[in-house]
């Protein structure tokens, strides 16, 4: 796997995806959700104690595995770790124990892959391996709020130990099983919540021309934001609403109205055409309804983008892998797309096969393909030429 450079050390890969298949069902046992991920960071850190590994905390109850290689720069492998507020309903044997929270989105999986790929480092480690960076494994809670990657990037963990470049995956239920992708520049969607809430006038409904109706404003306003869309925004992109909330009694003209969404970009200028688009459809509702429009997205984080260059350098290194290239980037988003901001990473997929879609109370996975992941890993590690 590292291009005709020094052999690492052979891994018995079938022995160890039966501990990561292990790993995998005791943290899908243990749910946990935001930085609340107590158990979770617990069991992580008595995995890691016996390898030759300094182990710190970050953020609280993310964790650190510092695989020091004697190299001057350091890269950085990140799995997730937190749960979705979701009742499972799998009926597996290793089913959630904590009610109303379930690893919905294959954090487990990601979090087991880590713990292997840490056994292979500690290999490496024991049986001196020249390596050309050392490693760094982050356990980052409070990936599903966006929050974990964003306190990770506050702290100086990057500047502390040098680090050169940042990669991270996710199990996705739309790719054959075992397959592994990625490609160059936008992967994945920049998110983007969407709040705008009307206020109006209450009057009954029997004097209607005494009100100023926020109901009809807000349904107007998906109406026509949703042709506007349609008919003028040529690149690939989402802005959905998802929940409606209005109005106090039937017979009433509504004083307020809620509208709550998601916009999907993975460009600047699509994302400006779209906020510019709300705000001038909201004064012409304002003028037509008499009604006072609001527009919140303030709560937002990017678009996953891969860096170019550092893609080109250890693509030779997927070669002996089942890698195929992605022909178009996805409109799910990832917080990963913080560390990019800062660093330059590459972020994959890794083919579950399942079909299942993330985020469902009935997710699973055949969990023997994480091994493919901490193959992935070990390929970039081993493979990774000295970044320019």
């Given amino acids: 796997m590292n291009g005709g450079l020094t052999p690492e050390p052979a891994m018995d890969f079938q022995a160890l995806s039966e501990k990561v298949i292990g790993y995998r069902r005791d943290l899908h046992r243990i749910p946990e959700l935001g930085f609340l991920v107590y158990k979770t960071s617990a069991y992580v850190r008595e995995k890691l104690q016996p390898l030759c590994c300094d182990i710190s905390e970050i953020v609280k109850t993310g964790v650190l595995a510092f695989f020091d290689f004697g190299c001057e720069s350091t890269v950085i492998f990140r799995a997730d770790m937190d749960a979705l507020p979701i009742e499972e309903a799998t009926g597996l044997p290793f089913a959630s124990t904590n009610p109303g929270c379930m690893h919905a989105c294959g954090h487990d999986g990601h979090m087991a892959g880590l713990l292997g790929f840490a056994e292979v480092l500690d290999k490496y480690k024991r049986e001196g391996y020249p390596a050309k960076y050392n490693a760094l494994l982050l356990f980052q809670p409070a990936e599903e709020t966006i929050d974990g990657a964003l306190r990770i990037c506050g702290t100086h963990i990057f500047d502390k130990y040098n680090v050169r470049a940042i990669f991270g995956l996710h199990l996705w239920p739309m790719m054959a099983k075992g397959e592994i992708a990625s490609r160059p520049g936008p992967m994945m969607a920049r998110s983007t919540a969407v709040n705008v809430d009307f206020e109006g006038v209450s009057a009954h409904c029997g004097e209607p021309q005494k009100g100023r109706d926020a109901l009809a404003a807000a349904c107007r306003f998906v109406s026509d934001i949703y042709a506007y869309k349609e008919h003028h925004v040529r690149e690939r992109s989402v802005l959905k609403f998802g929940r409606m909330e209005s109005g106090n009694v039937r017979n009433a003209i509504s004083p307020f109205a809620r509208l709550?969404?998601?916009?999907?970009?993975?460009?600047?200028?699509?994302?400006?055409?779209?906020?510019?688009?709300?705000?001038?459809?909201?004064?012409?509702?304002?003028?037509?309804?008499?009604?006072?429009?609001?527009?919140?997205?303030?709560?937002?984080?990017?678009?996953?983008?891969?860096?170019?260059?550092?893609?080109?350098?250890?693509?030779?290194?997927?070669?002996?892998?089942?890698?195929?290239?992605?022909?178009?980037?996805?409109?799910?988003?990832?917080?990963?797309s913080f560390f990019e901001q800062q660093l330059p990473g590459v972020f994959f997929f890794v083919g579950t096969g399942s079909g299942i879609p993330l985020h469902s109370d009935d997710y699973d996975f055949d969990d023997s393909v994480i091994i493919e992941g901490v193959k992935l890993f070990d390929a970039i590690f081993t493979g990774i030429p000295t970044l320019k």
Avoid: C, Q
């Fill in 260 to 336: 709550e969404g998601t916009m999907r970009t993975f460009y600047d200028n699509t994302w400006e055409h779209l906020v510019f688009a709300m705000k001038k459809l909201a004064s012409e509702i304002e003028d037509a309804f008499g009604v006072k429009v609001l527009i919140d997205v303030s709560k937002s984080h990017p678009a996953v983008v891969n860096d170019e260059n550092l893609y080109s350098e250890i693509k030779p290194a997927l070669m002996d892998l089942n890698y195929v290239e992605l022909r178009r980037p996805v409109l799910i988003a990832e917080d990963f």
